[in-house]
């Protein structure tokens, strides 16, 4: 495999590019003082291709992008949609040692989300193998707007500091990351050893990128590596001393996993987890916070595509209009739908497995039952689900949702008598409180009744329906429908 391209590797723009570049960058600082950040992100993307190596093109091209977001640290709401195949790309062309192509590939993950963790770390790898480093530098800088004390950064950060010979401030991200992970054996002796080297350097960030304008990122760096009293640290730091002391006690786990995603650092809360599994034999509240924390980003993006979709809706394109024109985005409406029902069956997949752990785990609490049966019936299990549901309905408490579910159970099975006989038991026991149960359960013996030839029988359960509520499913056109039925018969 060839070595990596040195920095002679980046083609020197010639006369025209740069003049061509310089325009551009002109017009686009213009146009993102105007508002025009879309226009200006374009113009900008282009001075990076033609220059390459220009700090200050690829600086502004960031704080457009970032301000396009109103600096909300997330970029678009849905990134996660348009940035899969940009971030596949950028991956290849790092692999295939095409890392200008790479660097490409990231701005456009960067123009929908300015704070990609996965694409600054790997665009930053791009710029030093093109021996770029005051780029990487910058690059990795940047990316820890957003994640200060992530570790993976922090120690990127300082091995480019390292290379460059900036030993005070590797010093500082290295004990940052041992900070953030106290069994990275890497960061333990990176610190003691920058610590007693003589070839430690004192110097302002300036300095370390090559004279540009001061980070207000890492111009802060030493005062974060010493605040002690975060809201963080403050709620962790006793939870990790009692787990020290103790680290049997499964709860103790739980809290601090807790406090780290109230945090916001999901990562952690699932490395506290995983790190109480083995004292505790694998307890199983772990295992079930575990379970929680796999889904919850799929729980999330469904949200996400559910209300992408409603967007896409609302703002649907004239006849001779793109579907993705109305939008800006990417993915059209089929597509969105697509990836809907995949995220559906992926979210009740993984929840027919967390509940029936849980059912296993705790036979006598039936509540597990419901919910298990629930999901086995949206998944198309009616057999599985029956058999859930049955056990559910021991409990009088649930007797009247495991009737309701019964009977949507029998009626998928073609078997009206038993889908009946439980819808009927689930309206004799339904709460008063539960209005929109009753009239699932009476919508459901009407229609059956009417599917069935029982149109009188029908007829009456519709009229009590629609005095409840005469829009609900269309009963009242229902109704109609019925009544011409029972005359013309």
């Known amino acids: 495999m060839p070595d990596h391209p040195p920095a002679g590797a980046v083609p020197a723009p010639t006369a025209e590019s740069k003049h061509i570049a310089f325009q551009s960058f002109t017009k686009a600082k213009e146009m993102a003082t105007n508002g025009g950040f879309d226009y200006a ?7 990076c291709k033609l220059d390459p190596a220009n700090l200050h093109y690829r600086k502004q091209l960031r704080d457009t992008q970032k301000a396009k977001y109103g600096n909300n640290l997330h970029g678009s709401r849905f990134a996660f949609l348009t940035t899969p195949r940009w971030k596949a790309k950028l991956r290849a062309a790092k692999r295939t040692r095409d890392y200008l192509k790479a660097l490409e590939h990231g701005e456009q993950v960067l123009c929908r989300n300015p ?4 694409a600054q770390l790997d665009m930053a790898e791009s710029f030093d193998a093109l021996g770029l480093s ?16 992530d570790a993976t950064l922090n120690r990127a950060l300082a091995r480019l500091f390292e290379k460059r010979g900036d030993f005070q401030k590797a010093m500082i991200l290295w004990q940052l990351v041992r900070e953030t992970v106290p069994t990275d054996v890497e960061a333990q002796h990176k610190a003691k050893d920058l610590a007693a080297s003589s070839v430690i350097q004192k110097g302002g960030y300036e300095e370390a990128v090559a004279g540009t304008k001061e980070s207000p990122i890492i111009g802060r760096i030493e005062a974060r590596a010493t605040e002690k009293a975060d809201k963080l640290t403050r709620e962790s730091g006793p939870l990790l001393t009692r787990i020290a002391a103790d680290p049997t006690e499964p709860s103790l786990y739980l809290q ?9 650092q999901d990562d952690r809360a699932r490395a506290v987890l995983q790190q109480g599994l083995g004292p505790t034999g694998n307890a199983f509240q772990l295992q079930m916070e575990l379970m929680e924390l796999d889904l919850a980003p799929v729980r999330k993006d469904l949200e996400h595509a559910e209300a992408r979709l409603r967007k ?16 800006g985005e990417e993915m059209t409406e089929p597509e969105l739908t697509s990836l809907r029902v995949k995220l559906i069956k992926e979210v009740n997949t993984r929840e027919i497995e967390l509940y029936r752990v849980k059912a296993d785990r705790s036979p006598n609490e039936l509540s597990h039952r419901i919910e298990l049966g629930t999901r086995l019936l949206k998944a198309d299990l009616v057999d599985e689900a029956i058999a859930e549901l049955q056990l559910a309905r021991r409990d009088d408490r649930l007797k009247w949702r495991a009737s309701l579910l ?3 159970c029998f009626k998928k099975r073609n078997n009206w008598r038993l889908a009946q006989r439980n819808f009927e038991e689930g309206l004799a026991g339904v709460p008063e409180s539960e209005e929109g149960v009753k009239k699932e359960l009476l919508f459901q013996l009407a229609s059956g009744a009417a599917e069935n030839g029982d149109l009188p029988r029908a007829i009456d359960l519709g009229h009590e329906l629609a005095n409840l509520d005469f829009s609900f499913k269309s009963i009242g056109k229902l109704l109609d429908e019925w009544n011409d039925r029972l005359q013309s018969a």
């Not at 704070?115 to 996965?118: A, F, I, M, S, V």
């Not at 780029?135 to 200060?148: G, M, N, S």
């Not at 896409?312 to 939008?327: G, S, V, W």
């Open 41 to 47: 992100i374009q113009l900008l993307l282009t001075c």
């Open 115 to 118: 704070w990609d963790q996965g």
């Open 134 to 149: 005051d780029l990487a530098v910058y690059t990795l800088d940047q990316a820890r707007q957003k994640y200060p004390k």
């Open 256 to 264: 601090l996993a807790t406090v780290y995603r109230r945090g916001g």
């Open 312 to 327: 896409l809706k609302q703002n649907a394109p004239t006849d001779d209009e793109p579907a993705t024109a109305a939008t």
């Open 406 to 408: 019964l009977g949507m």
